[in-house]
Protein backbone atom coordinates (compact mmCIF):
# COMPACT_ATOMS: atom_id res chain seq x y z
CA UNK A 1 0.00 0.00 0.00
CA UNK A 2 1.55 3.48 -0.88
CA UNK A 3 1.86 5.85 2.26
CA UNK A 4 -0.11 8.55 0.47
CA UNK A 5 -1.35 9.61 -3.32
CA UNK A 6 -3.58 11.84 -4.72
CA UNK A 7 -6.84 10.72 -6.09
CA UNK A 8 -10.16 12.06 -7.27
CA UNK A 9 -12.93 12.85 -4.57
CA UNK A 10 -15.70 10.14 -5.95
CA UNK A 11 -17.20 11.10 -8.98
CA UNK A 12 -18.35 14.17 -10.85
CA UNK A 13 -18.76 16.21 -13.84
CA UNK A 14 -17.95 19.80 -15.51
CA UNK A 15 -19.29 21.26 -18.86
CA UNK A 16 -17.39 23.86 -20.78
CA UNK A 17 -18.54 25.49 -24.32
CA UNK A 18 -15.98 26.32 -27.11
CA UNK A 19 -16.91 27.58 -30.28
CA UNK A 20 -20.20 26.51 -29.76
CA UNK A 21 -19.09 22.43 -28.97
CA UNK A 22 -20.37 21.81 -25.87
CA UNK A 23 -17.98 19.20 -23.81
CA UNK A 24 -18.72 17.70 -20.70
CA UNK A 25 -15.92 16.10 -18.55
CA UNK A 26 -17.10 13.04 -16.39
CA UNK A 27 -14.59 12.16 -13.57
CA UNK A 28 -15.00 8.75 -11.19
CA UNK A 29 -12.43 7.00 -9.23
CA UNK A 30 -11.68 3.68 -10.05
CA UNK A 31 -10.06 0.93 -8.59
CA UNK A 32 -9.03 -1.28 -11.63
CA UNK A 33 -9.57 -1.62 -15.07
CA UNK A 34 -12.88 -3.07 -15.53
CA UNK A 35 -14.13 -0.08 -13.24
CA UNK A 36 -12.36 2.25 -15.34
CA UNK A 37 -13.83 0.26 -18.99
CA UNK A 38 -17.36 0.00 -17.22
CA UNK A 39 -17.43 3.90 -16.71
CA UNK A 40 -16.27 4.64 -20.40
CA UNK A 41 -18.74 2.32 -21.15
CA UNK A 42 -21.61 3.88 -18.93
CA UNK A 43 -20.90 7.14 -20.09
CA UNK A 44 -20.20 6.66 -23.74
CA UNK A 45 -23.90 4.36 -23.63
CA UNK A 46 -25.83 7.48 -22.13
CA UNK A 47 -24.35 10.06 -24.76
CA UNK A 48 -25.17 7.41 -27.39
CA UNK A 49 -25.70 10.55 -29.49
CA UNK A 50 -22.57 12.84 -29.17
CA UNK A 51 -20.35 13.87 -31.01
CA UNK A 52 -17.67 11.88 -29.36
CA UNK A 53 -16.69 10.22 -26.16
CA UNK A 54 -13.39 10.49 -25.45
CA UNK A 55 -11.00 9.00 -22.48
CA UNK A 56 -8.30 8.05 -20.45
CA UNK A 57 -7.48 6.78 -17.26
CA UNK A 58 -4.61 5.47 -14.86
CA UNK A 59 -4.96 2.88 -12.34
CA UNK A 60 -2.73 0.79 -9.98
CA UNK A 61 -0.35 1.93 -7.27
CA UNK A 62 2.44 2.44 -9.60
CA UNK A 63 0.68 3.90 -12.69
CA UNK A 64 0.54 0.66 -14.20
CA UNK A 65 -2.34 0.68 -16.33
CA UNK A 66 -2.76 4.23 -18.58
CA UNK A 67 -5.02 4.08 -21.23
CA UNK A 68 -6.08 7.05 -23.89
CA UNK A 69 -8.92 6.36 -26.51
CA UNK A 70 -9.72 9.16 -29.15
CA UNK A 71 -13.48 8.17 -30.41
CA UNK A 72 -12.81 9.65 -33.84
CA UNK A 73 -11.06 12.80 -32.78
CA UNK A 74 -7.69 13.17 -34.76
CA UNK A 75 -4.84 11.03 -33.25
CA UNK A 76 -3.19 12.59 -30.52
CA UNK A 77 -5.38 15.88 -29.93
CA UNK A 78 -8.09 14.28 -27.31
CA UNK A 79 -7.07 11.22 -25.43
CA UNK A 80 -3.49 11.65 -24.78
CA UNK A 81 -4.33 15.45 -23.50
CA UNK A 82 -7.03 14.16 -21.19
CA UNK A 83 -4.36 11.59 -19.84
CA UNK A 84 -1.40 14.31 -19.56
CA UNK A 85 -3.46 16.12 -17.09
CA UNK A 86 -4.14 12.69 -14.98
CA UNK A 87 -0.20 12.85 -15.30
CA UNK A 88 0.55 16.65 -14.49
CA UNK A 89 -1.82 16.65 -11.20
CA UNK A 90 -1.06 13.30 -9.82
CA UNK A 91 -3.77 11.52 -10.13
CA UNK A 92 -4.15 7.90 -9.55
CA UNK A 93 -7.24 5.46 -9.88
CA UNK A 94 -9.03 7.75 -12.20
CA UNK A 95 -11.04 7.72 -14.93
CA UNK A 96 -11.93 10.55 -17.40
CA UNK A 97 -14.49 10.56 -19.80
CA UNK A 98 -15.19 14.25 -22.21
CA UNK A 99 -17.96 14.10 -24.35
CA UNK A 100 -18.14 16.16 -27.18
CA UNK A 101 -21.21 17.87 -29.15
CA UNK A 102 -19.82 19.43 -32.22
CA UNK A 103 -21.01 22.95 -32.97
CA UNK A 104 -20.20 23.35 -36.01
CA UNK A 105 -16.60 25.28 -35.84
CA UNK A 106 -13.63 23.36 -35.99
CA UNK A 107 -10.94 23.88 -33.70
CA UNK A 108 -7.84 22.80 -35.19
CA UNK A 109 -5.32 19.96 -33.27
CA UNK A 110 -4.47 22.80 -31.03
CA UNK A 111 -8.00 24.04 -29.94
CA UNK A 112 -8.80 20.18 -29.40
CA UNK A 113 -5.73 19.35 -27.48
CA UNK A 114 -7.16 22.92 -25.00
CA UNK A 115 -10.89 21.65 -25.53
CA UNK A 116 -9.91 18.40 -23.86
CA UNK A 117 -7.33 19.46 -21.67
CA UNK A 118 -9.80 22.08 -20.28
CA UNK A 119 -12.88 20.04 -19.88
CA UNK A 120 -10.67 17.61 -17.75
CA UNK A 121 -9.14 20.29 -15.41
CA UNK A 122 -12.22 21.66 -15.19
CA UNK A 123 -14.46 18.80 -13.99
CA UNK A 124 -11.34 17.68 -11.69
CA UNK A 125 -11.82 21.08 -10.00
CA UNK A 126 -15.35 20.36 -9.55
CA UNK A 127 -15.53 16.77 -8.47
CA UNK A 128 -12.26 17.71 -5.98
CA UNK A 129 -8.66 16.17 -5.69
CA UNK A 130 -7.76 14.12 -2.26
CA UNK A 131 -4.73 12.96 -0.86
CA UNK A 132 -4.88 9.68 0.34
CA UNK A 133 -2.87 9.32 3.82
CA UNK A 134 -1.57 5.69 5.15
CA UNK A 135 -2.91 6.39 8.76
CA UNK A 136 -3.01 3.84 11.90
CA UNK A 137 -6.13 4.52 14.14
CA UNK A 138 -5.21 4.74 17.60
CA UNK A 139 -8.08 4.42 20.27
CA UNK A 140 -7.58 5.91 23.42
CA UNK A 141 -10.31 4.63 26.39
CA UNK A 142 -10.78 7.02 29.12
CA UNK A 143 -13.15 8.21 31.76
CA UNK A 144 -15.59 10.85 30.66
CA UNK A 145 -14.28 13.52 33.05
CA UNK A 146 -10.78 13.03 30.86
CA UNK A 147 -13.05 13.48 27.94
CA UNK A 148 -13.07 17.82 27.70
CA UNK A 149 -8.89 18.02 28.09
CA UNK A 150 -8.32 15.20 25.65
CA UNK A 151 -10.84 16.32 23.36
CA UNK A 152 -9.50 20.14 23.29
CA UNK A 153 -5.81 18.63 23.08
CA UNK A 154 -5.92 16.47 20.19
CA UNK A 155 -8.52 19.39 18.41
CA UNK A 156 -5.43 21.11 18.88
CA UNK A 157 -2.81 19.13 17.81
CA UNK A 158 -1.30 17.05 14.89
CA UNK A 159 -3.15 14.37 15.01
CA UNK A 160 -7.08 14.09 13.29
CA UNK A 161 -9.80 13.11 15.37
CA UNK A 162 -11.42 10.16 13.39
CA UNK A 163 -14.48 9.58 15.98
CA UNK A 164 -15.82 9.52 19.62
CA UNK A 165 -17.60 6.76 21.05
CA UNK A 166 -19.82 7.17 23.70
CA UNK A 167 -19.90 3.69 25.87
CA UNK A 168 -19.26 3.11 29.43
CA UNK A 169 -16.47 4.83 29.04
CA UNK A 170 -15.30 7.21 26.33
CA UNK A 171 -13.30 6.41 23.15
CA UNK A 172 -11.77 8.74 20.90
CA UNK A 173 -10.57 7.47 18.09
CA UNK A 174 -7.37 9.01 16.20
CA UNK A 175 -5.46 9.16 13.09
CA UNK A 176 -1.71 8.79 13.88
CA UNK A 177 0.89 8.40 10.94
CA UNK A 178 2.07 5.20 10.90
CA UNK A 179 5.52 5.18 12.34
CA UNK A 180 4.52 7.56 15.21
CA UNK A 181 1.96 5.30 17.35
CA UNK A 182 4.71 5.21 20.10
CA UNK A 183 5.60 8.84 20.12
CA UNK A 184 1.19 9.57 19.94
CA UNK A 185 0.88 6.67 22.91
CA UNK A 186 4.17 8.69 25.04
CA UNK A 187 1.89 11.91 24.82
CA UNK A 188 -1.20 10.33 25.88
CA UNK A 189 0.32 8.58 28.63
CA UNK A 190 1.57 11.68 29.98
CA UNK A 191 -1.45 14.26 29.37
CA UNK A 192 -4.20 11.63 31.10
CA UNK A 193 -1.58 10.75 33.77
CA UNK A 194 -1.42 6.99 32.65
CA UNK A 195 -5.38 6.49 33.37
CA UNK A 196 -6.38 6.05 29.67
CA UNK A 197 -5.83 2.59 27.92
CA UNK A 198 -3.99 3.24 24.40
CA UNK A 199 -4.49 0.58 22.01
CA UNK A 200 -3.49 0.42 18.33
CA UNK A 201 -6.42 -0.58 15.37
CA UNK A 202 -6.63 -0.70 12.24
CA UNK A 203 -4.42 0.97 9.44
CA UNK A 204 -6.55 3.00 6.78
CA UNK A 205 -6.40 5.34 4.30
CA UNK A 206 -7.42 9.15 5.71
CA UNK A 207 -8.56 11.48 2.89
CA UNK A 208 -7.73 15.32 2.81
CA UNK A 209 -9.15 17.57 0.39
CA UNK A 210 -6.24 19.21 -1.60
CA UNK A 211 -8.09 20.05 -4.30
CA UNK A 212 -6.03 23.84 -5.22
CA UNK A 213 -2.90 21.33 -4.44
CA UNK A 214 -2.08 20.78 -7.88
CA UNK A 215 -4.02 23.44 -9.91
CA UNK A 216 -2.86 24.31 -13.09
Excluded at 31 to 46: C, G, P
Excluded at 77 to 96: E, H, M, Q, S
Aim: charged share 25%; with cysteine; proline share 1%.
Amino acid sequence: MLNNYLTVNGEGFEEIVIQKSRFIGYVKRVETEEEAKAFVQEIKKKHSNATHNCSAYMVGEHDQIQKAHDDGEPSGTAGVPILDVLKKKGLKDTAVVVTRYFGGIKLGAGGLIRAYSGATSQALETTGIVRRQLMRTMKVTADYTLLGKVENELRNSQYALKGINYLEHVELEVYVVEGEEDVFTSWMVDLTSGQAEITQEEVSYMETDVTTEKGD
